[in-house]
């Protein structure tokens, strides 16, 4: 697309699109779609960002270094600037700065023999660590590339020799492709890469240590670009240039990737709206699902995000269909592929190769009732692509849909007990099971959710979160605490899109907006801290009634929402997961040796509750600090963990030990946050974090 000096102009999107859609039809008008609530400004909190890092030396590589020629050396640590530099054997490298954790410095040739390594901030140095040049170390065998198809696993077990101690030796794979896994226990690389990565490239470093050799290597992954639905056109376009975006209308017409057989070629259409000035760095992409019988897709727009609203008039909760519609009705033996996300991820592949100013580490999507259900599929399922789910009345287990609904969604995906076909061998009914997807899968495990539901709400009942999977037996909120999966739920005695009568509606706000400036700026590309069974929860219930309500299969223990008090889910009557708990996304240090992040309780401007029973308003904290919470390390770029392994942790005066979990995920238990920054620290090696205290 053409560029602008980094500012969009209405001259310069005009020419850009009218190249792309061969055509301008000129404006029409303008279709509302009701948006996310507004966020206030986000407020530093009490006592402001944290404090610069202590200054830390934590590993060198290559070590040992080659001799006798110049040589790249990588340091990894904390506390790094700008203006740092690696000082080998008293003299100063010319240094690049790359993170608060790493540095990279070029060496001429050295003798054979020790150096003495450290990094320098101003007047100040790290603790030296010692070099070694022209040792013996291992070798990394790797292939120069790895070629795979869209939709197709490709598996590549790596190999060292000349390895030192073959049972010290670790092997560490970074820059891995959205989607891809490493298995260190077996030591094979996957990836399985869906259709919108084909074309794309990525190099993959291998880092291996035998306890006394350290050495690097690096492959590329190629994805061949061997499904290619047609691109959307543009068919119309309008400049709002008082709300500060232009509205682009697109068609989407499908091919038998995109749609069954026997509807394939025909078109659906879509919307997207682009700001018309865009920073250096890019702006956030928000992918917007409808609800239920929506007739056009919403066309409101933003001046500081692109957003994208995809179509699903045929109601298929954003899943898709059976393959043999509309010829035959779905019947046993059957496949219900996932169609109509196909189509939404086809949009937003479209919006990222044509659109440089969309942030592809930034895109996130929203949606309430059918796209609240929506966009916790989506975001779970093909997590890879999102950084972030905004989900509110939204079904998360499938087969615990309401009767009507469940009948209605039959006739696109085959009855529950037919269990047509989803995608690998699962029932598409299963598959839209998402305690399941996080029982299963990293990807839906490494994503972060904020959830609405209303206990009041007769259409989508509170049962969606509160209620038993018949497949895992977890509820959603369960499997979420459980499983330490990123999350901020709020609920309260609203109905379906109606406000609680008593706290109104966004009354949990405050100053939460990750993706567009909270200090817990969540990206696609940077680790996070999971927060769960935080001593500042309220108690959601456990799905059982509370004697004000009958039970009904539709309604579930839902009262009247003008009346204050009368729900019979039991309970708290509102409340929240995981409030108050932020991190500073800034402060992330990801390194192989080390993973750390500043993290702090948000007691900020806010309201008392409003009566007895309910919860306080805003970053009003009512609870005495500091509370007790489990930190999860979720969405990890280099600290992976081998099941089994020792990670030593320090946080203040605090320090442990943990054990990595069958996933390789830790937990810390109870971490004391008050509304000071402090920082957790999470080490290999147990004796450097006991040696600090």
Known sequence: MLSCSGLVSRACLTVAWLALAGCYSGPSGAIDEQSPPSRP???????GGPQLAPLELDALSPDPA??????????????????????????????????GGELHARSGPRKRGDYEVVVRRGDEESRPLTLAVDRSAPRILVPAEVGVDEDTEVGLVIDVVDVADPKALRIHLLGLPPGATWDESTRTFRFTPDFTQGGDRWTVTVLANDGESRVETAFDV??????????????????????????????????????????????????????????????PVRIGLHGFATANPGGTGSANEIRISPHDPDNTYWWGYASSLPEAEPAAGGAAPDYTMRRVLHLV??????????????????GSSMGGAGAMLLGLLRGRHFAYVDARLGQAIARNHRPSRITQLSGWW???ELDLDGGGGLSAWDHMDLTRALAESSEARDQFLFLKHGKDDPTIHFGATVLPSPRTGESFYEALQSRGVGHFAIWDEGGHGVADPVLGDSWWAGSWAPISGDEATLRRDRAFPAFSYSSLDDDPGVGAGNGKQDWSANAGFAGEVAVAGDTGWDGAIAGALGRFLRWDGASVVDTVDRLQFALRVHAGEGADPPAPGYPSEGDRVMAELPAFVDVTPRRTQAFRCRPGERIAWSFGQDHGEVVAGPDGSVTIPALPLTDTWTTLVLRR????????H
């Open 41 to 47: 400004p986000v407020g530093d909190g009490p006592l």
């Open 414 to 416: 085959g009855a529950p």
């Open 66 to 99: 080659p001799g006798g020629v110049e040589f790249d050396l990588h340091v990894t640590g904390a506390g790094f600037t700008t203006s740092s530099v690696v000082v080998f054997a008293g003299r100063e490298l010319p240094t690049t700065f790359v993170s």
């Open 222 to 283: 190629v994805v061949r670009d061997t499904i290619q639905p047609p691109w959307p056109e543009v068919v119309d376009t309008e400049f709002l240039d008082a709300s500060g975006y232009v509205r682009y209308t697109l068609s989407q017409k499908t091919d038998d990737y995109l749609d069954s057989p026997g509807y394939a070629g025909r078109e659906f259409v879509a919307k997207v709206m682009v700001p018309l000035e865009v920073p250096p760095e890019g702006v």
């Open 685 to 692: 090696t147990v004796t450097v974090i006991a040696a600090s």
């Open 349 to 366: 592949e479209y919006v990222l190769r044509h659109h440089p100013e969309a942030d592809p580490q930034r895109v996130y999507v929203y």
